[in-house]
Nanobody, 123 residues
Framework: VQLQAFGGGLVQAGDSLRLSCAAS????????MGWFRQAPGKEREFEAA???????AHADSVMARFTISRDDAKNTAFLQMNSLKPEDTAVYYC??????????????????WGQGTQVTVSS
């Protein structure tokens, strides 16, 4: 199983970015996909997840600005990030899990992780 996250970059506050997570070696449509981020000196935290059924969950802090989606035909999950703020600066990781995840927000529940993509938001 390989996950490759890309789409990060340096943007200004208020800008948008779309992150992508391309999966290979899996039956993608069967997996729950998640996005987490980790800022320097902080723990990895949940941002959004989408089940194989299409059900989504978003962290309260980003619910009005970030949207997770998936394209099973392309084996890719996306995180659309709008109205970015400097505090969104972090390395963003995508994750995948095939078994049923009850809570979606715990990083330890995901078996597979991508390498991360840096998002930097300047003020």
């Amino acid at each position: 199983v390989q996950l490759q996250a890309f789409g990060g970059g340096l943007v200004q506050a208020g800008d948008s970015l779309r992150l992508s997570c391309a999966a290979s070696g899996v039956t993608f449509r069967s997996y729950t996909m998640g996005w987490f981020r980790q800022a320097p000196g902080k723990e990895r935290e949940f941002e959004a997840a989408i089940r194989s059924t299409g059900t989504t969950a978003h962290a309260d802090s980003v619910m009005a600005r970030f949207t997770i989606s998936r394209d099973d035909a392309k084996n890719t999950a996306f995180l659309q990030m709008n109205s970015l703020k400097p505090e969104d600066t972090a390395v963003y990781y995508c994750a995948a899990e095939r078994s049923l995840i009850l809570s979606l927000i715990r990083a330890n529940d995901y078996a597979y992780w991508g390498q991360g993509t840096q998002v930097t938001v300047s003020s």
